[in-house]
Every structure is written in structure tokens, then in C-alpha cells.
């Protein structure tokens, strides 16, 4: 139950080429099987990971999926809306989920058709969190643990405002990330249930 940085890349773009060339350095370090991973959705980045770990579940993050269904919502109805939201990630089971997306549709789509239109058009990578759970399912379906780091990070590159090069930049990065690592002392919640869990789902993989 411990959290470990991989890496730290810095690239132009975020495109399929770049997120596949990242997938085949961790496979060639020794990564060798991914039970499931957690991502914002980023192009290429889901099918970057499928194509090198074709066993692997990807999960698209609900906070971002929120975030993203809400970015053109106005403040009078976002609560309301969020809270509707919520019925579809928080439900029991996969089938209410898409009875309460069903439910949101009717209420929503005359006012906000792309909401519902984003969520079915990623369900088959926004539910695999059903598969699992409750107790482990907050572990799986958002990328909040990196969200914070990412967020730790922006904050000294804005401190700073100006790099001469790259390098000083990655210098800057990989000191701060071999900081924070010192801190991840604290197992992750619920590891040892979500562990029991993983180990009759993925026998034939452990």
C-alpha cells in the first residue's frame, strides 16, 4: 500500500505518440503488469496504456469528468447538477448508475446536452470502478493523489517565473518530488481489504 513516482517527462505535446513512448520506458524498467490505472483523460493516454498493458482497466477520473460537466454550468445550477451528478458515480451498482445517467438525460438534455453526451460517450471507461467494491472504489476512480503533488508543483514553478533551460526546470521538478516522496509515510487507506480484493480478482497475476 505504498505510493511511488515513476517518473518525470517533459515533452511539447501530450499526444498518443509521446504517453506510448512513456508506457514502453516503464515496461522496459520492469513495470511489468498494471491491475488498473487511473487517468484525466488526456489524448492518447488511455489508449497509449492499453496498448502496452492490453490487460489493464482504465479508469477515467470522475472528479475531472465532474469538473469538466460543470465547466459551462451557471452558478445557480451547479449545485443542483452536481448533486444529480453524484447519483450516477455514487450508486450501488453499475445498472443504477446508468438508470441515473438515463435520469439526469431526461432532466438535463434540454439545457445541457453535452453533459450526458460526454459521460455515455466515456461510460465504458468511467464505470469500471462498478467492478469493485465500495470500501476501495474512492482508491480507484480519481487521480486526486497526483492532483496534489501536480498542484505542489505549479506552485514552485510559478514562485519562480523563470527558468534559463529545461534542465533547470527538471532539476527544480525532481527536488521537489524527492521531497514530497519523504512524506508518503502513511499507507493508503483501505489497502488491506482493496489487497484481499486484488488478490482472488488477479490470482493468476500476483
Excluded at 11 to 29: D, H, I, P, Y
Aim: some cysteine; proline content about 3%.
Amino acid at each position: 500500500g505504498e505510493k511511488e513516482l515513476l517518473g518525470l517527462w517533459m515533452a511539447q505535446t501530450e499526444g498518443a505518440k509521446f504517453w506510448l513512448s512513456v508506457m514502453n520506458e516503464l515496461k522496459n524498467r520492469g513495470v511489468d503488469d498494471i491491475f488498473i490505472a487511473c487517468c484525466d483523460g488526456l489524448k492518447g493516454f488511455p489508449e497509449a496504456i492499453e496498448a502496452v498493458y492490453p490487460k489493464t482497466q482504465v479508469q477515467l477520473c470522475i472528479v475531472h469528468q465532474i469538473r469538466h460537466s460543470l465547466r459551462y454550468v451557471n452558478w445557480k445550477q451547479r449545485k443542483t447538477i452536481a448533486a444529480d451528478l453524484k447519483l450516477i458515480y455514487g450508486a450501488a451498482t453499475r445498472a443504477e448508475a446508468e438508470q441515473a445517467l438515463e435520469d439526469f438525460a431526461v432532466k438535463w438534455d434540454a439545457e445541457h446536452p453535452t453533459i450526458s453526451r460526454s459521460w455515455r460517450a466515456n461510460w465504458e471507461r468511467l464505470s469500471v470502478f462498478f467492478d469493485y467494491p465500495v470500501e476501495i472504489r474512492k482508491a480507484i476512480y480519481t487521480t486526486n493523489a497526483i492532483e496534489s503533488l501536480n498542484a505542489s508543483l505549479r506552485k514552485i514553478t510559478k514562485t519562480r517565473r523563470s527558468f534559463p533551460n529545461d534542465e533547470a526546470v527538471m532539476k527544480v521538478l525532481y527536488l521537489a518530488l524527492h521531497q514530497a516522496s519523504k512524506k508518503w509515510t502513511m499507507p493508503i487507506r483501505n489497502w488491506k481489504p482493496a489487497m484481499a480484493q486484488f488478490e482472488i480478482m488477479y490470482q493468476d497475476r500476483i
